[in-house]
T-cell receptor, first 109, second 115 residues
Framework: GQNIDQPTEMTATEGAIVQINCTYQTSGFNGLFWYQQHAGEAPTFLSYNVLDGLEEKGRFSSFLSRSKGYSYLLLKELQMKDSASYLCAVVSNDYKLSFGAGTTVTVRA | IAGITQAPTSQILAAGRRMTLRCTQDMRHNAMYWYRQDLGLGLRLIHYSNTAGTTGKGEVPDGYSVSRANTDDFPLTLASAVPSQTSVYFC??????????????FGAGSRLTVL
């Protein structure tokens, strides 16, 4: 089976930086996704990593270390609209996505 | 607007009743998926279809069935609903199924309560 762990909740102040960690143990590896999900809405794509290293996309960056089974999502210059759940998902050998339980980030003024 | 349409948005259902959740996409995506989302458990794959005419079982398929008669539609049926099937159900689609870079587009979800 797949085992994907991420913290349940994080709180940060507007303008700050927050790092959401994700560790995984899965049946093979074909990439790692981060999705954002606002309360009551559908998940939306944020980033995809398949090689080790950092992928930067505006205020959001995602890092992957395949040897450590580890990824993080970095949110910079936090805004109130960033309050949401962030879902780590791993693509396994059969190309199916397995999701972690999600990290709820609350941004406070 | 291109995307995925799910219906109903919300439904309360008596245990033992049959229920079909509808999902339609207009992006001509080959692959479609049904997930359920429960607090503390995240999204779990119920069934999937890599292309029209084929379906497969995901992580939690028991009590659910699907069909894929054409590219656009992927209905999920609960033959005899039970309270443990109370959840939010998300339909998703992707352009291909045999690639790691397989970005999923999700529908808005269907909230189902089984009493």
């Amino acid at each position: 089976g797949q085992n994907i762990d991420q913290p349940t909740e994080m709180t940060a102040t507007e303008g700050a930086i927050v790092q959401i960690n994700c560790t995984y143990q899965t049946s093979g590896f074909n990439g790692l996704f981060w999705y954002q999900q606002h309360a009551g809405e559908a998940p939306t794509f944020l980033s995809y990593n398949v090689l080790d290293g950092l992928e930067e996309k505006g205020r959001f960056s995602s890092f992957l270390s395949r040897s450590k089974g580890y990824s993080y999502l970095l949110l910079k210059e936090l805004q109130m609209k960033d309050s949401a759940s962030y879902l780590c998902a791993v693509v396994s050998n059969d190309y199916k996505l397995s999701f972690g339980a999600g990290t709820t980030v609350t941004v406070r003024a | 607007i291109a995307g995925i349409t799910q219906a109903p948005t919300s439904q309360i259902l008596a245990a033992g009743r049959r229920m079909t959740l509808r999902c339609t996409q207009d992006m001509r995506h080959n692959a479609m998926y049904w997930y359920r989302q429960d607090l503390g458990l995240g999204l779990r794959l119920i069934h999937y279809s890599n292309t029209a005419g084929t379906t497969g079982k995901g992580e939690v398929p028991d009590g659910y069935s699907v069909s894929r008669a054409n590219t656009d539609d992927f209905p999920l049926t609960l033959a005899s609903a039970v309270p443990s099937q109370t959840s939010v159900y998300f339909c998703a689609s992707s352009d291909s199924s045999g690639s790691g870079a397989n970005v999923l587009t999700f529908g808005a979800g269907s909230r189902l309560t089984v009493l």
